[in-house]
């Protein structure tokens, strides 16, 4: 044996004749540095030059817009990448893009934002100053926020161009609003209405649905409240008279509210004309009081009033009465000097409370329906009582002292008080339950009838539930009940708003009788003012512009020239539209140009994809929009996600210091990051542990690495976003080591084509002399298939499983060890290692593809570096094109699915996991070393001749399955007798062999390698002496030389 030094240089020797990897794609990513390099490619170019590709076929998502309004958040990250992914995969398939990001930039947020920086209310600046405030907020906002969406690698036009990007508050954008409006009006879908909205005090605004926030434990009041019978309607039968004469004042319907404030505002009792009502009477109380309530509900009634009493209260039923038979009698108000009248309502159940409702016309909604379904008659409109300002204070009319108390604090105590006082009040306690809160106050609202403008949805229910039956896909599907149901429980839309910034509702009002006036006409011809209204300032920026020549201009102006002669006659609204009509529209504003009309003349686009809140917001008012305007949805295809939690499932909030943002992950940063308490993870007990507001846990700071935007756009694929997602240091961590083992992956694959030109030296399936390769090109065909089911699903942590599954197991796991030594040790030029090469390459080009959706930047290097080493190592920067330009998708031909190939594939994967489990076991003996120093029998018995079929050619071609096995040598034989080694190390296992075939027994015997270390390739042969001196047979074929000390002599003369 040669000394040390001899040897190292021996083994340096040796390594050239290899063929070692060679690459210059670096193992770490360097995210934070490399990732803007390469936005101009993968992003910016990638955009235009598809774009401009006419010949494609159109695929357009509608972007969502977000709020123009503060920092994005990780829902913001999740929204926007899910986006990409769909963008980028179908721009890999050959389709041309059309994304066009927007921003929501009316409203009340943004009005509210604009005015605390300065320390303002709305009221101490006109109209013109809030709006110039709220546009200044607005546009510094789109600035930031566009930065970190280019930064993330969404894929749209960030250059500024005309029509690149899309603002609510465009001029061009609020003259196409008004498209829609003019249609609605034209249709008679457009009214005023004096009537129950929700209302934020806060705000001193209405509030759409989609405003509004539920709290689960807002605690209210609830009362039982009695009011005295007082007189007989014309409607009540005999029977029933009879009843009510004979108890008279000594009767009470009683009713149950959780809102005590809105007694002073009542009209009426509503009951269930179906339900059976009774007279009841506590037995031995001293009063001989007596009650009317819904018979169902006599045991909640007695438990209210045995109250804190030992003893139960039996009640005695002195009469009973049809709900149907009380309509048109008579209640004494508690508190004022009038009469309620009982009507009927379907909305009365026995659900709670006593089966009579307390009626206040003019806060609830309910109650209103109840009301107008009464006392309206066409052109109608009974007086609603609702003694309740903006401010969410009692008015005068309210009478009893109440005015100017806040009806949900003082206000409401004062009218408790006042019940007590008047013997009116039965019962009083606190009542836990999901109430609506202001969405951007984070205070409670009320509902409170005024003057409003709506738009009429009945007529749309019929269609819309149709259409999204049939040319709508949900994902989820479950989304199609949840936007179903939202659809269908809203008979109108309070489109009007009570502030400055957003779009005028273009109405004029007569000085002298109110009336409204609001025509195509109108509208018309304040869309022509609107969209060329500017005025610039001093220093050439627009300052007002759009919709601002509402306040800016007289009423003469805005009005069309047909009506200029009666201009002193009317006055204009204040009133704003709604701003889920603004975004509401955006089809509408948008798509024109991006889309040409279908057959029908509708605009529909591919995709619309938000969170799942937007069912009952942006899903749902564009689909109303679209109803009426075009028949039909907007959108072929409506996807929802979840919401982002932390780590520990819970939601993110500043209270309790959980929030994270993007960038934190993306530049790196120092995180509060909760530590686990003593019994953290056990479950809440009770339902009233669960309404108690979380505690913030204990925190320790950590400091998180620059991941880049690819590692947290990993993380998105990684997850079911159909529901809620979690985020924190320690899941980004797994998707940064998961997606770390694929660079890794791409490194070797890379290395080892560092001399592969497909053009020259792929080898066709038919010409692969390895089954294996063979086996492997079945395994892409199936890989390029469940990825694009899955991508085509929208399912994209599928795709990324398929994909990560494939790499790991199939690829790095196995035939990457498999085929290290043809690809190392074979001549360079050899059919067998261009065979492997051929798939490595193929794999690579999958790999790439199916990542870019994913993870552009690292999809976009793994292309360059392969680009670059195919033309002879030309400087990165010197590459023409992006993989987002390449044509074709996954490599995938029909010819390379072998079912019955990979069968037997899969059983001998299974005899490689027994044959390293008995190898370990030797070398946990002391036996071996290193699994080459084994040699491998597989006893093929004659009662199965499948095992000498399957595992014959492969033992006898090319040293196949010792590249599987990983040993020096395999061999089939007879019998156990065959194995002339005395030291055996035997298992017996049993290979499947397919659903409809029965698994094959299989005995195999592992010892200890015959002949010597090859010490080029390392394999154990016969031929090599003891002193190592010779090379192995294929060794010296490849290198053509046997002689261990000729080729160093040779390789050292070569390289002095």
Request: aromatic letters at 8%; hydrophobic letters at 40%; charged letters at 20%.
């Given at each position: 044996m040669p000394g040390a030094a001899d040897a190292?240089?021996?083994?340096?020797?040796?390594?050239?004749?290899?063929?070692?990897?060679?690459?210059?794609?670096?193992?770490?990513?360097?995210?934070?540095?490399?990732?803007?390099?390469?936005?101009?490619?993968?992003?910016?170019?990638?955009?235009?030059?598809?774009?401009?590709?006419?010949?494609?076929?159109?695929?357009?998502?509608?972007?969502?817009?977000?709020?123009?309004?503060?920092?994005?958040?990780?829902?913001?990250?999740?929204?926007?990448?899910?986006?990409?992914?769909?963008?980028?995969?179908?721009?890999?398939?050959?389709?041309?893009?059309?994304?066009?990001?927007?921003?929501?930039?009316?409203?009340?947020?943004?009005?509210?934002?604009?005015?605390?920086?300065?320390?303002?209310?709305?009221?101490?600046?006109?109209?013109?100053?809030?709006?110039?405030?709220?546009?200044?907020?607005?546009?510094?906002?789109?600035?930031?926020?566009?930065?970190?969406?280019?930064?993330?690698?969404?894929?749209?036009?960030?250059?500024?161009?005309?029509?690149?990007?899309?603002?609510?508050?465009?001029?061009s954008y609020e003259a196409r609003q008004y498209d829609v409006l003019k249609k609605m009006v034209h249709d008679g879908l457009i009214f005023r209405g004096f009537k129950p909205v929700y209302w934020s005090p806060s705000s001193r605004t209405a509030l759409a649905e989609a405003e509004l926030e539920y709290q689960d434990d807002h605690?209210?009041?609830?009362?039982?409240?009695?009011?005295v019978f007082a007189s007989m309607g014309s409607n009540v039968s005999a029977e029933t008279a009879?009843?009510?004469?004979?108890?008279?004042?000594?009767?009470?319907?009683?009713?149950?509210?959780?809102t005590p404030w809105t007694i002073p505002s009542n009209q009426a009792l509503c009951v269930n004309a179906d339900l059976e009502y009774v007279v009841v009477r506590p037995r031995g109380a001293d009063s001989d009081a007596c009650y009317l309530i819904a018979s169902a509900l006599q045991e909640s009634f007695a438990t209210m009033l045995k109250g804190d009493a030992e003893q139960d209260v039996e009640l005695q039923v002195l009469g009973t009465l049809k709900g149907a038979d009380l309509e048109g009698a008579h209640f004494t108000h508690p508190l004022a000097n009038r009469e309620a009248v009982v009507l009927v309502g379907e909305h009365v159940t026995t659900d709670a409370g006593t089966g009579v409702?307390?009626?206040?016309?003019?806060?609830?909604?309910?109650?209103?329906?109840?009301?107008?379904?009464?006392?309206?008659?066409?052109?109608?409109?009974?007086?609603?009582?609702?003694?309740?300002?903006?401010?969410?204070?009692?008015?005068?009319?309210?009478?009893?002292?109440?005015?100017?108390?806040?009806?949900?604090?003082?206000?409401?105590?004062?009218?408790?008080?006042?019940?007590k006082n008047s013997g009116n009040l039965l019962s009083i306690g606190e009542y836990h339950h999901r109430y609506p809160y202001d969405w951007r106050t984070k205070k409670p609202v009320i509902l409170r009838a005024t003057a409003q403008w709506f738009a009429r949805l009945d007529a749309l229910h019929a269609r819309g539930k149709r259409v999204l039956e049939d040319s709508v896909q949900m994902v989820p599907p479950s989304a199609r009940r949840r936007l179903e149901a939202t659809l269908s429980s809203r008979h109108e839309w309070c489109i009007s708003r009570q502030r400055a910034w957003g779009l005028p509702i273009p109405v004029f009002y007569h000085k002298a009788t109110g009336e409204p006036l609001i025509t195509e006409e109108s509208i018309e011809h304040l869309q022509n003012i609107v969209k060329t209204y500017r005025i610039e300032g001093e220093n050439g920026e627009v300052e007002r512009e759009g919709a601002d020549c509402w306040w800016d201009l007289s009423v003469r102006e805005l009005l069309p020239e047909s009506l200029q002669d009666q201009a002193d006659q009317y006055e204009k609204g204040t009133d704003t539209l709604d701003v889920w009509f603004d975004s509401g529209s955006s089809w509408h504003a948008v798509l024109p140009?991006?889309?040409?009309?279908?057959?029908?003349?509708?605009?529909?686009?591919?995709?619309?994809?938000?969170?799942?809140?937007?069912?009952?917001?942006?899903?749902?008012?564009?689909?109303?929009?679209?109803?009426?305007?075009?028949?039909?949805?907007?959108?072929?295809?409506?996807?929802?996600?979840?919401?982002?939690?932390?780590?520990?499932?819970?939601?993110?909030?500043?209270?309790?210091g959980n929030t994270i943002v993007p960038n934190d992950f993306i530049n790196g940063c120092t995180m509060p990051v909760a530590v686990a308490g003593k019994g953290s993870n056990k479950k809440k007990k009770s339902m009233k542990n669960s309404n108690k507001p979380e505690k913030a846990p204990k925190v320790k700071q950590m400091k998180v690495p620059a991941y880049g935007a690819d590692v947290l756009r990993f993380w998105v694929a990684t997850t079911d976003y159909t529901g809620d997602v979690s985020i924190g240091p320690a899941v980004v961590g797994k998707a940064s080591d998961s997606l770390r083992k694929v660079r890794n992956t791409a490194r070797f694959l890379l290395g080892n084509l560092h001399d592969f030109d497909p053009a020259q030296h792929a080898v066709p399936q038919d010409k692969m002399q390895f089954s294996l390769d063979r086996y492997m090109l079945h395994e892409l065909n199936a890989l390029?298939?469940?990825?694009?089911?899955?991508?085509?699903?929208?399912?994209?942590?599928?795709?990324?499983?398929?994909?990560?599954?494939?790499?790991?197991?199939?690829?790095?796991?196995?035939?990457?060890?498999?085929?290290?030594?043809?690809?190392?040790?074979?001549?360079?030029?050899?059919?067998?290692?261009?065979?492997?090469?051929?798939?490595?390459?193929?794999?690579?080009?999958?790999?790439?593809?199916?990542?870019?959706?994913?993870v552009p930047h690292t999809a976009e290097d793994i292309r360059l570096h392969w680009v670059s080493q195919l033309q002879g190592g030309i400087p990165l920067e010197d590459v023409s094109g992006s993989v987002f330009l390449e044509k074709g998708w996954m490599p995938s031909a029909e010819e390379w699915k072998d079912d019955d190939l990979a069968r037997d594939w899969a059983a001998i994967r299974q005899l490689r996991f027994e044959v390293n489990r008995v190898v370990e076991q030797m070398r946990q003996a002391g036996r071996v070393g290193s699994q080459l120093e084994c040699n491998v029998y597989v006893v093929a018995a004659e009662s199965d001749p499948r095992v000498a079929e399957l595992l014959s050619p492969l033992a006898t071609s090319s040293s196949e399955l010792e590249d599987v096995l990983l040993c020096s040598s395999v061999q089939v034989v007879a019998s156990e007798a065959e194995v002339e080694s005395t030291e055996q190390f035997k298992a017996t296992c049993q290979l499947a062999m397919g659903p409809n075939d029965a698994p094959m027994d299989v005995t195999l015997m592992v010892t200890p390698a015959r002949g010597h270390k090859c010490p080029r390739c390392w394999k154990y042969a016969p031929e090599v002496d003891a002193a190592e001196t010779q090379l192995c047979l294929r060794c010296a074929q490849a290198t053509d030389l046997r002689s261990v000390a000729d080729l160093a002599k040779t390789l050292i003369e070569e390289d002095p």
């Open positions: 190292k240089a021996l083994a340096a020797a040796m390594r050239q004749t290899l063929n070692l990897p060679v690459t210059r794609f670096p193992m770490r990513a360097n995210a934070a540095a490399r990732e803007p390099q390469l936005h101009a490619r993968c992003v910016s170019a990638a955009y235009a030059l598809q774009a401009a590709d006419a010949s494609r076929p159109l695929f357009v998502l509608h972007d969502g817009p977000p709020f123009a309004n503060g920092s994005l958040h990780m829902g913001h990250f999740l929204n926007k990448t899910l986006k990409d992914v769909i963008n980028r995969y179908q721009l890999l398939r050959g389709r041309r893009v059309r994304y066009v990001p927007g921003w929501d930039c009316h409203g009340l947020p943004i009005e509210h934002k604009a005015l605390t920086l300065l320390q303002l209310e709305a009221d101490a600046l006109s109209p013109a100053q809030v709006r110039a405030l709220s546009r200044q907020l607005a546009r510094k906002a789109v600035r930031e926020q566009q930065k970190d969406f280019e930064r993330w690698g969404v894929l749209a036009d960030w250059s500024g161009a005309e029509d690149s990007v899309y603002l609510t508050m465009d001029p605690v209210s009041h609830a009362a039982y409240v009695r009011f009879s009843v009510l004469e004979k108890y008279g004042d000594k009767l009470s319907a009683v009713v149950w509210t959780t409702v307390h009626t206040a016309p003019g806060h609830g909604q309910d109650d209103y329906f109840a009301w107008m379904a009464h006392h309206s008659k066409p052109g109608e409109h009974p007086d609603i009582l609702c003694p309740v300002d903006a401010d969410g204070c009692f008015t005068a009319e309210a009478g009893q002292g109440l005015e100017g108390l806040c009806v949900l604090d003082e206000g409401n105590a004062a009218v408790i008080d006042l019940l140009g991006l889309l040409e009309p279908n057959e029908e003349g509708q605009l529909r686009a591919d995709v619309y994809l938000e969170g799942s809140d937007q069912h009952r917001g942006w899903f749902q008012s564009s689909l109303l929009t679209s109803l009426a305007m075009q028949g039909t949805a907007p959108y072929k295809n409506v996807i929802t996600h979840g919401f982002t939690l932390d780590e520990r499932g819970s939601k993110m909030s500043k209270s309790l390029a298939h469940s990825v694009t089911a899955a991508y085509d699903a929208f399912a994209f942590n599928r795709a990324q499983h398929a994909l990560s599954h494939f790499i790991s197991t199939d690829l790095s796991a196995f035939y990457m060890e498999a085929a290290k030594d043809r690809l190392y040790c074979d001549a360079a030029d050899s059919q067998t290692r261009r065979s492997a090469q051929t798939v490595l390459w193929l794999s690579l080009q999958a790999l790439t593809r199916a990542l870019a959706p994913m």
